[in-house]
């Protein structure tokens, strides 16, 4: 639950280890596993970011990835690509103290594992946890997914320091390529998380619930079934405007979450986060660019219009 430090050198033996074995990063999913893994159950679970002598200033962020259809390949190249988000978040200061929790998102109508969440770590539990998820590739077919469900359970299933102690909002992205169903139903809610709500929730409701405490995004990314799909797109800006993000090249995505976290802290503009991208030999900089712009400008629009004594400043960072 956040303790520890991430180690590339544990990462890389862990990964040396099973190329030697011949054995995948997802071995749960891979033994033909299709229960939800325990440590992944969001049954009457609760996922706290919590700050700590050794990570005083938690930055909480929860990466929730559908796993269905086309989509099933987004957790191999978010955990291929986990050092370099981690290298960007720590050593470039991005975020302060970062905190991350996996999890994946299937549909509640028809898949056996409809939602998994793993637990907020700060060492390489986090990468223990992306191995642990099943990656079923089901779905409806109907271009749509309990994207809702997963929103339902970050807004009344989660707790942080950052919010609690200082107010500030934790960092959820949703990589997907579908709609979410028209409201959270009940039903669900009680056979996958436990809870009694008596009443299915409007969707725009969930989504404003969650975002009080979660700056919420939705990544949309080349390559998936429906990435072209103008419906979805329209569906997810409805909700959350320019924070529903398109992608060029689902290989750049742990770059655009790793830059749009440096924006969201002010630790950095778009500019110098490219140049980090460059530094960092990162093949995504056009992608990310392209991606994070519109973002750029309507933070700028908001800016404009304040009055210059309450403008947030940029925060120092002080780079390793």
């Not at 987004?74 to 050593?91: D, I, N, S, W």
């Not at 223990?128 to 970050?154: K, P, T």
């Not at 990589?175 to 009940?186: F, P, Q, R, S, T």
Request: charged letters at 25%; hydrophobic letters at 35%; aromatic letters at 6%.
């Amino acid at each position: 639950m956040g303790s520890g430090v991430w180690s590339t050198n544990v990462y890389d033996a862990a990964k040396k280890y099973r190329r030697a074995a011949g054995k995948s990063a997802f071995s749960y999913s891979d033994s033909g596993a299709r229960t939800v893994h325990p440590a992944l159950d969001p049954r009457d679970a609760m996922r706290e970011a919590r700050d700590s002598a050794e990570h005083p200033q938690s930055t909480p962020i929860a990466v929730l990835f559908d796993v269905t259809g086309s989509m099933g390949h987004v957790p191999r190249t978010l955990q291929e690509k986990l050092p370099q988000l981690l290298g960007l978040l720590q050593r470039q200061g991005y975020a302060r103290d970062p905190q991350i929790m996996f999890g994946a998102i299937g549909d509640a109508t028809c898949d056996r594992v409809p939602l998994q969440v793993g637990q907020f770590e700060s060492d390489n539990r986090m990468d223990e946890d992306l191995g642990r998820i099943v990656l079923e590739g089901g779905g409806g077919g109907q271009m749509m997914e309990s994207y809702e469900l997963a929103l339902y359970f970050m807004a009344r299933h989660t707790a942080t320091d950052s919010w609690d102690r200082r107010g500030r909002r934790g960092y959820l992205f949703i990589i997907g390529d579908e709609l979410a169903y028209a409201g959270v139903k009940h039903r669900e809610v009680t056979g996958v998380i436990g809870d009694r709500i008596g009443e299915d929730i409007p969707v725009r409701r969930i989504v404003d619930e969650v975002t009080e405490r979660w700056d919420t995004y939705y990544l949309l990314p080349a390559g998936s079934h429906y990435a072209r799909n103008s419906k979805v797109l329209d569906f997810w800006r409805d909700l959350l405007g320019q924070n529903a993000v398109t992608l060029d090249d689902l290989d750049a995505v742990c770059e655009t979450i790793a830059l749009t976290i440096g924006l969201g802290e002010e630790a950095i503009e778009l500019e110098e986060g490219l140049r980090d991208l460059d530094r960092a030999g990162s093949t995504a900089t056009a992608t990310v660019s392209k991606a994070l712009a519109p973002l750029r400008a309507g933070r700028q629009t908001v800016a404009s219009t304040l009055p210059a004594a309450t403008r947030p400043a940029t925060r120092g960072v002080t780079r390793l």
